[in-house]
């Protein structure tokens, strides 16, 4: 489990290495994940295996500061 602390509203999205792969290449992918409007965010990856954390401003006009905790 990840606890993330935001500054500011942020899509959290976890990818599995195909969907990251997508998303790189800016194309359509799936995630588990949302917007998280309040902090600190808790998100688990769904199954065992190798995960990619992307974080996103919500608003590019607000700073974003992120800090993830691992929760074992």
Do not use: C
């Not at 799936?30 to 996103?56: C, M, N, Q, T």
Request: charged share 25%.
């Amino acid at each position: 489990m990840l606890k993330i602390h935001l500054s500011s509203p942020a899509h959290v999205m976890l990818l599995d290495d195909e969907n990251y792969t997508l998303y790189k290449d800016e194309k359509e992918y799936d995630f588990y994940g949302k917007l998280a409007k309040r902090s600190p965010f808790a998100i688990k990856a769904p199954y065992a295996g190798s995960w990619h954390l992307v974080i996103e401003q919500a608003d590019s006009r607000q700073d974003l500061s992120v800090n993830v905790q691992i929760i074992s």
